[in-house]
């Protein structure tokens, strides 16, 4: 399975690739067979001196199965990607597994805002860690994330998850990830959503365990409660 340019960096990250690489060489395939019997009849029944052309009404069964087996076959394709898509789909969007800890994302014009779960390990507390454009998560815990808008739509995006959510105002959508490899990643915005969109963007910080643990520690502990 090809990793393509990003580094993969989620759990889920892998079946967002293979569904792509699903798409690609069934879809490779079946322009390699249409070109291939585009170019064989285009020489095979080119015009030849003393050879009349010959009209074809596509009534005989020998004509009509250059039509009917590619069909069938297209439409086999089609019910194999369905099910890729859907099994993708239902893993990261409808299955969503027990979390370990729970973030709130804030999009609004032109900024990210990241509440992260104290040292209570409750989110909505006071102990809460509020950043702007800095995302910080344990390497192998389980994120569930609640997503809202304060202005327009946004589109929260992690390419190295490939995870893309949009976020809509006046909802709070759930989410989930698990990251699986340390670093710092973007996140970016992936809805046109003004002028500022192109600098919509942030940085995911993926710690260890310690690194994690010593990072919430040196947060200061202010209460942000109902803001």
């Given at each position: 399975?090809i990793?393509y340019f990003?580094?993969r960096?989620?759990?889920?990250?892998?079946d967002?690739?293979?569904?792509?690489d699903?798409?690609?060489?069934?879809a490779?395939f079946?322009?390699l067979?249409?070109?291939?019997?585009l170019?064989?009849l285009?020489f095979r029944?080119?015009k030849?001196?003393g050879?009349k052309?010959e009209?074809?009404?596509g009534t005989?069964k020998t004509?009509?199965?250059?039509?009917?087996?590619p069909h069938?076959?297209?439409?086999?394709?089609?019910?194999?990607?369905?099910?890729g898509a859907g099994?993708?789909?239902?893993?990261?969007?409808q299955?969503?597994p027990?979390?370990?800890?729970?973030?709130g994302?804030?999009s609004?014009q032109?900024a990210?805002?990241?509440?992260h779960?104290?040292?209570?390990?409750?989110?909505?507390?006071?102990d809460?860690?509020?950043?702007v454009?800095?995302l910080?998560?344990?390497k192998?815990k389980t994120?569930?994330?609640?997503l809202?808008s304060?202005d327009?739509l946004h589109s929260?995006?992690?390419?190295?998850?490939?995870?893309?959510?949009d976020a809509?105002?006046?909802r709070?959508i759930?989410?989930?990830?698990k990251?699986?490899?340390?670093?710092v990643?973007?996140?970016q915005?992936?809805?046109?959503c003004?002028?500022g969109?192109?600098v919509?963007?942030?940085r995911?910080?993926v710690?260890t365990?310690e690194?994690f643990e010593d990072?919430?520690?040196?947060?200061p502990?202010?209460?942000?409660?109902?803001?």
């Amino acid at each position: 399975m090809i990793e393509y340019f990003i580094n993969r960096a989620s759990t889920y990250a892998g079946d967002v690739d293979f569904l792509f690489d699903l798409i690609t060489y069934m879809a490779g395939f079946w322009f390699l067979v249409a070109e291939g019997a585009l170019f064989y009849l285009l020489f095979r029944f080119r015009k030849k001196p003393g050879i009349k052309s010959e009209y074809i009404d596509g009534t005989k069964k020998t004509h009509k199965r250059w039509i009917g087996i590619p069909h069938i076959l297209i439409i086999i394709c089609d019910i194999v990607l369905i099910w890729g898509a859907g099994k993708v789909w239902y893993k990261i969007k409808q299955n969503l597994p027990e979390p370990d800890a729970t973030i709130g994302i804030v999009s609004q014009q032109w900024a990210w805002t990241f509440i992260h779960p104290g040292r209570d390990g409750e989110l909505h507390t006071d102990d809460d860690v509020r950043l702007v454009d800095e995302l910080h998560v344990e390497k192998g815990k389980t994120y569930h994330f609640e997503l809202t808008s304060r202005d327009t739509l946004h589109s929260f995006s992690v390419p190295a998850f490939r995870l893309k959510q949009d976020a809509v105002p006046g909802r709070k959508i759930r989410g989930w990830f698990k990251p699986d490899k340390e670093g710092v990643v973007d996140i970016q915005c992936a809805e046109m959503c003004g002028i500022g969109h192109g600098v919509m963007n942030a940085r995911l910080f993926v710690h260890t365990k310690e690194e994690f643990e010593d990072w919430i520690l040196s947060q200061p502990r202010f209460s942000f409660a109902g803001k």
